[in-house]
């Protein structure tokens, strides 16, 4: 059996810089959502995000190929982030995603608790902050106001009560990239080395 090991935390936890250190240190397949939201600097269609417009969304849609969807309603207009079918190869091997604790519940009633498996990442939030603020001022146009909104929007979206909810309890703390990296490495092969 083959596992979606699936890395959540509040925004500037460190998600994108330790999925793809997991990806160079491990056996891994990505799972590549899809976005309708402005890629940033940085990013590279097919392999952050599949950045996709309105038209694409609606047809993945219609054809019932979304095993999840949320939009959030930003201070640049609604960006909707999603999961088709075809993005998650578990036929292949073990796969490594990044989300949140919404897609997280969706992708687990869709391919069973057996198979996704938790990765929280936590840091503090004035280290979170900082991060945020340093990750912004990088893009060629910071977009302050939604770096703000999406920073309070964490505090209700991972909430204690929706972690212990969702059944997660353990906690990879990142304070250092590398030794938070080496934490969840040794954590899926643990799993992984079981089958």
């Known amino acids: ?25 491990l056996p891994l397949l990505p799972l590549v959502l899809c976005t309708t939201r402005p890629q940033r600097a940085h990013e590279q269609d097919g392999t952050d995000y599949h950045f996709i417009g309105a038209g694409e969304l609606a047809a993945l849609r219609k054809d019932g190929l979304l095993i999840e969807e949320r939009t959030y309603h930003t201070v640049m207009g609604d960006w909707t982030y999603c999961t088709a079918r075809n993005s998650v190869p578990l036929e292949q091997g073990d796969c490594l995603g990044i989300g949140t604790l919404e897609s997280y519940e969706k992708l687990r009633a869709y391919f069973g608790p057996e198979t996704v498996v938790p990765l929280y990442i936590e840091v503090e939030d004035g280290l979170r902050l900082q991060r945020a603020l340093d990750r912004e001022r990088a893009q060629d146009v910071p977009n302050y106001a939604e770096l703000c909104r999406r920073f309070l929007t964490d505090t209700a979206d991972f ?9 997660i309890s353990r906690r990879f703390r990142n304070l250092d990239l590398h ?8 954590a899926i092969t643990a799993l992984t080395s079981h089958v």
Request: proline share 0%; glycine share 8%; with cysteine.
């Open 159 to 167: 909430s204690e009560e929706k972690l212990a909810a969702a059944g």
């Open 1 to 25: 059996m083959h596992h979606l090991f699936y890395l959540m935390g509040k925004s500037a936890s460190g998600k994108d810089s330790l999925y793809k250190l997991l990806l160079e240190r």
């Open 179 to 186: 030794v938070c990296a080496d934490e969840l490495a040794a």
